[in-house]
């Protein structure tokens, strides 16, 4: 602070409007507080300053502190988990109107399709071609009226789809002989399902377990094919469908 005569002093006092700490009154040639808005909406420190010089007061003069508050940040949901090809959905929200956000984001091995941003919503296709779970990390930073907020972390569990083997990939049996399809998969864990669909076969039918193991028959006198669609699952995420041809043959009469 100046004055028009040498040597004048200052001091003042101060108020504040709602949710406004920090300041307080004083004197001195410069006011350097610190101050805090513990709200969602702009507040102010009113100080009034007096210049004063051998016992003579001048004219108080009023200065006007505008305080932005610090936006905060709310994501919804705080964490999320989704398979392998499946889609974030996290929307972001703030107790300060106007309040804009922007993210960057960091992967473990395996996981990609995160990417950094800005926006009101986080809606990224993310992918794991690994066999084991992965993570994308966002790490989000709220704006407003050129104040940042404290950044928060949302997580994001990335789950495999498993992928299933059959051994043998097809087989051949007589009327009245017993599959022998052992299945796996790249996921450890996994389960698996399937449909089955033929014509002229009996004792085909839908199942679940490691193992199609059914005795087939053939009512016809011709070859006929039982095909079981395989369906593996693992921690609440379907891989693609496999398909098993069963190729029957008749017994000669």
Do not use: E
Not at 112 to 118: D, L, Y
Not at 141 to 150: M, V
Not at 171 to 195: E, K, P, Y
């Amino acid at each position: 602070m100046s004055s028009n005569v040498t040597g004048a002093s200052f001091s003042w006092t101060v108020s504040n409007s709602a949710g406004i700490s920090g300041s307080s009154n004083g004197s001195g040639s410069a006011i350097t507080q610190i101050l805090t808005n513990s709200g969602f909406s702009s507040g102010t420190s009113t100080y009034n300053v007096t210049p004063s010089y051998n016992t003579c007061s001048g004219t108080p003069l009023n200065v006007v502190v505008t305080v932005n508050p610090s936006p905060n940040i709310t994501a919804t949901p705080t964490a999320d988990t989704i398979c392998s090809g499946g889609a974030t959905n996290i929307t972001l929200s703030s107790g300060v109107s106007g309040t804009t956000y922007s993210w960057t984001i960091s992967q473990t091995a395996g996981i990609t399709g995160a990417t950094a941003g800005n926006g009101g919503a986080i809606t990224q296709t993310l992918s794991n071609s690994g066999v084991t779970n992965g993570t994308a990390t966002y790490t989000i930073t709220p704006s407003a009226n050129s104040c940042n907020g404290t950044p928060i972390s949302v997580v994001v569990l990335v789950k495999p789809r498993p992928v299933a083997s059959a051994n043998p990939s097809s087989q051949a049996i007589c009327s009245g002989g017993t599959t022998s399809i052992n299945l796996s998969s790249t996921v450890a864990g996994s389960t698996f399902s399937w449909t089955v669909s033929s014509s002229s076969i009996s004792g085909a039918s839908a199942g679940s377990g490691a193992t199609i193991a059914q005795t087939l028959t053939n009512t016809s006198n011709n070859n006929a094919n039982a095909t079981y669609t395989i369906t593996p699952s693992a921690n609440g995420c379907s891989g693609n469908s496999l398909g098993v041809i069963v190729t029957v043959a008749p017994v000669s009469t």
